[in-house]
T-cell receptor, first 117, second 112 residues
Framework: GAVVSQHPSWVICKSGTSVKIECRSLDFQATTMFWYRQFPKQSLMLMATSNEGSKATYEQGVEKDKFLINHASLTLSTLTVTSAHPEDSSFYIC?????????????FGNGTRLTVT | DQQVKQNSPSLSVQEGRISILNCDYTNSMFDYFLWYKKYPAEGPTFLISISSIKDKNEDGRFTVFLNKSAKHLSLHIVPSQPGDSAVYFCAASRKSDDKIIFGKGTRLHILP
């Protein structure tokens, strides 16, 4: 089946530093990738949609200057949390779709646990 | 406003019995529904889906039922096994955009 690799699986960083999270589709080309954030006992909250070669579309309330998304190729999208603060600590998950997600299940990475101290 | 609601945060079921997870939605434009299973510290994995033109879809031990008039769907797992202990997310999508909206999830505990 389709595999999405997310790296790192966990990261601890100091407040004010930036952290980059990578999401790769290993055996298919992902025209669209999604970035989610999950708080404890909460739903998966969609942060942004990235399409290869174009700017990401951010959901309302998500700061695009803080959460930089790059989708430079059909197999790689990155999320950079800039000037991280403790409130950014969360579980970040990427997902990928080879075509439109409607009528197609998403393939998820294993997530990245970010802790900002 | 939650468009996809899973009102039971947790559910405990005896091994071998049927697990029934429920999901309600408010947007009548949703036409495709999915269930995902998630273990701690892992990403969700796709379990089963159903199109709005159907009212039932079965895959092995998993069956999803859709009641469009009630805007309700349910996931049945029978017989329940220890490995089924996980968080189950209900999700819905519509043709007008490619977003998938998730519920908050239900944590299923399978008791020995």
């Amino acid at each position: 089946g389709a595999v999405v690799s997310q790296h790192p699986s966990w990261v601890i960083c100091k407040s004010g530093t930036s952290v980059k999270i990578e999401c790769r589709s290993l055996d298919f080309q992902a025209t669209t990738m999604f970035w989610y954030r999950q708080f404890p006992k909460q739903s998966l909250m969609l942060m942004a949609t990235s399409n290869e070669g174009s700017k990401a579309t951010y959901e309302q309330g998500v700061e695009k200057d803080k959460f930089l998304i790059n989708h430079a190729s059909l197999t790689l999208s990155t999320l950079t949390v800039t000037s991280a603060h403790p409130e950014d600590s969360s579980f970040y998950i990427c997902s990928a779709a080879s075509s439109g997600t409607h009528n197609s299940p998403l393939h998820f990475g294993n997530g990245t646990r970010l802790t900002v101290t | 406003d939650q468009q996809v609601k899973q009102n039971s945060p947790s559910l405990s079921v005896q091994e071998g019995r049927i697990s029934i997870l429920n999901c309600d939605y408010t947007n009548s434009m949703f036409d495709y529904f999915l269930w995902y299973k998630k273990y701690p510290a892992e990403g969700p994995t796709f379990l089963i889906s159903i199109s709005s033109i159907k009212d039932k879809n079965e895959d092995g031990r998993f069956t999803v039922f859709l009641n469009k008039s009630a805007k309700h769907l349910s996931l049945h797992i029978v017989p329940s096994q220890p490995g089924d202990s996980a968080v189950y997310f209900c999700a819905a999508s519509r043709k007008s955009d490619d977003k998938i909206i998730f519920g908050k999830g239900t944590r299923l505990h399978i008791l020995p």
